[in-house]
């Protein structure tokens, strides 16, 4: 057998080049390069009746990771493939929280608990399955930045104890 030439050991002989074609348009899974593998994949969806949009195709190495349904895939040089929720996908939940947080600076917190829950748990459970220990972290924490903003603006003259901030002892 051949030595590979590929630091994952992912590099396969010509011949024993994969072609995948999900049910999902978009991403397909295949370690031919460039040309070659353009004319290999377009070959592959005319027997099947598909066709592939060139400007919608791209062939990456799974190296430099890609975005496929709010995911990014890539595989890391200590050879671990990992997928993690991509950042378009954060940064698409923190402002669509921002905005529910803006919509309801002047309603009750119920009201607002009862609207933000079902899209944080909706984000949460469709990203629990992949790395996302840290992001779900750091996502938390925005999120308690942005409550304590809306109580602090809700209630102007409490103090961060809860006791009022204009109460003189004596």
């Given at each position: 057998?051949?030595?590979?030439?590929?630091?994952?050991?992912?590099?396969?002989?010509?011949?024993?080049?994969?072609?995948?074609?999900?049910?999902?348009?978009?991403?397909?899974?295949?370690?031919?390069?460039?040309?070659?593998?353009?004319?290999?994949?377009?070959?592959?969806?005319?027997?099947?009746?598909?066709?592939?949009?060139?400007?919608?195709?791209?062939?990456?190495?799974?190296?430099?990771?890609?975005?496929?349904?709010?995911?990014?895939?890539?595989?890391?040089?200590?050879?671990?493939?990992?997928?993690?929720?991509?950042?378009?996908?954060?940064?698409?939940?923190?402002?669509?929280?921002?905005?529910?947080?803006?919509?309801?600076?002047?309603?009750?917190?119920?009201?607002?608990?009862?609207?933000?829950?079902?899209?944080?748990?909706?984000?949460?459970?469709?990203?629990?399955?992949?790395?996302?220990?840290r992001i779900f972290?750091?996502?938390?924490?925005?999120?308690?930045?942005?409550?304590?903003?809306?109580?602090?603006?809700?209630?102007?003259?409490?103090?961060?104890?809860?006791?009022?901030?204009?109460?003189?002892?004596?």
């Amino acid at each position: 057998m051949a030595a590979r030439s590929c630091p994952y050991g992912q590099d396969d002989p010509p011949e024993m080049a994969k072609v995948g074609l999900p049910r999902k348009a978009g991403v397909l899974r295949h370690n031919l390069r460039h040309t070659a593998g353009r004319n290999h994949l377009a070959g592959a969806g005319n027997e099947r009746g598909l066709q592939l949009s060139p400007e919608k195709t791209a062939i990456t190495h799974v190296a430099d990771g890609f975005d496929f349904l709010g995911q990014n895939i890539r595989r890391y040089p200590n050879g671990k493939l990992l997928i993690k929720p991509s950042r378009k996908s954060i940064k698409s939940l923190l402002t669509r929280v921002k905005e529910i947080v803006r919509e309801h600076l002047g309603d009750t917190a119920h009201r607002l608990i009862t609207r933000l829950n079902p899209v944080i748990r909706g984000w949460a459970n469709y990203h629990r399955h992949v790395v996302s220990k840290r992001i779900f972290a750091r996502i938390d924490a925005a999120i308690f930045r942005m409550l304590w903003q809306w109580a602090c603006a809700r209630h102007p003259r409490k103090g961060a104890d809860g006791s009022s901030a204009n109460t003189s002892s004596g």
